[in-house]
């Protein structure tokens, strides 16, 4: 789980949704926005679309949570590119669906889309 001060509230993601820059993958549409805290933060959707089972959708955001907490965690042990990366709020929609089997792919895909918003 993802402390709390990491978490974006529902005004902010639509600022971020609104206001922020995109890139766009097969499984993900990343918006964000430069903030003025000493840190990122996180908001996920996976709209009832995706899956009709809530059961599924929350696995979708819990991996997306803990490759966003892997990356930043070690980025900031390995410090590179990480005082960049610290200061964004993003904001990560959901456009399909991913099975168990597709962790590694999604993990990939999810590490090259924050590197991304790193240039």
Same mark, same amino acid.
């Given at each position: ?14 600022? /971020?949704? &609104?206001?922020? =820059?995109? %890139? +766009?993958?097969? #499984?993900?549409? !990343?918006? +964000? ?5 000493? #840190? *990122?933060?996180?908001?996920?959707? %996976? $709209?009832?679309?995706?899956?009709? !089972?809530? /059961?599924?959708? $929350? +696995?979708?955001?819990? %991996? ?5 907490? &892997? ?8 410090? =590179? $590119? ?5 200061? +964004?709020?993003? /904001? ?6 991913? !099975? =168990? ?6 993990? &990939?895909?999810?590490? *090259? ?7």
């Amino acid at each position: 789980m993802i402390q709390k001060k990491f978490r974006l509230k529902a005004e902010e993601i639509k600022i /971020v949704l &609104n206001k922020g =820059k995109k %890139i +766009y993958s097969p #499984y993900f549409s !990343l918006y +964000y926005l430069l903030n003025n805290l000493p #840190y *990122s933060r996180i908001g996920v959707i %996976i $709209n009832r679309k995706i899956s009709k !089972l809530a /059961v599924e959708r $929350n +696995y979708m955001k819990r %991996i997306i949570k803990l490759v966003f907490r &892997n990356f930043f965690l070690k980025e900031k042990e390995n410090k =590179k $590119n990480f005082k960049k990366l610290k200061e +964004y709020d993003i /904001v990560i929609v959901g456009k399909k669906r991913f !099975l =168990k089997k597709d962790f590694l792919k999604i993990e &990939n895909e999810l590490i *090259s889309l924050f590197r991304k918003v790193n240039q």
